[in-house]
């Protein structure tokens, strides 16, 4: 009898002090799983309470002030840690032929040092791929955890004749400033033809081997007409490029 007052006596100071030791701030990293049975149950404690089923226990969170138990793992406060992520953004060509398009990829998340590497010819490891024809590129970015995305941007040719610059608007009220429509080296580039239309698709005027002095739009039609002030459509032909726009006409 005694033998048996002894046992349970060792056994309740043995629960004493598991408890005491995790309302007293002791240190408990882990609490390894235990089968409490095999048919199902429910226990509890001022503590904690124990469901377990066929197979695997299940532990209810319990905390105090400095220890916390829960089921498996703790979650982190905040999501201090959330992958790699980046996004793409470019810049098309500025004329047609240029090979002037750009390519950023901006690294929003992610454990320094990051690498780039663009599938470019030679291959570029840069955050900016520079001096890019049409086409699709395709970017490699991986962080210093080893986690490694990837992502693709297409870059666009552009209908601008490279050489020209087209101005996007004229006065011609008879001042004899900016009274003509310039067209910034067009006098280069012939054979040419220029032809404007209004808003509703009608050709107002047109003419070939535009030159900026002699053959030179001046706001008006082919019967030599002032056209009504407005925004006006136009097209430029160089050989096999072609370039569209709008030019205000403002008296």
Partial sequence: MKKGIRKHLALTATLLLVFLCFYSGAQISSLAPVLVGSAGGYATSPTMSLSYSVGEPVITTASTSTLILTQGFQQPSSDSV?????????????????????????????????????????????????????????????????????????????????GIHVYSGFTPNGDNKNDTWIIDYIDLYQPNTVTVYNRWGDK????????????????????????????????????????????????
């Fill in 82 to 162: 959330l992958g790699l992520q980046f996004r793409l953004s470019k810049t098309d060509l500025t004329c047609s032929g240029s090979n002037d398009g750009t390519a950023v990829a901006t690294v929003t998340t992610g454990r320094l040092p990051i690498t780039f590497l663009w599938n470019t010819t030679p291959p570029q490891t840069s955050q900016i791929a520079k001096g890019l024809s049409p086409g699709v590129y395709v970017c490699q970015v991986t962080d210093g955890s080893g986690l490694t995305m990837l992502d693709s941007v297409t870059i666009l040719n552009s209908n601008a004749i490279c």
């Fill in 204 to 251: 107002v005027w047109t003419t070939t081997n535009y030159n900026n002095v002699s053959n030179v739009w001046k706001g008006t039609d082919y019967q030599a007409k002032e056209v009504p002030d407005g925004t006006y459509y136009y097209v430029i032909e160089v050989g096999s490029q072609v370039q569209k726009g709008w030019v205000e006409v403002t008296r």
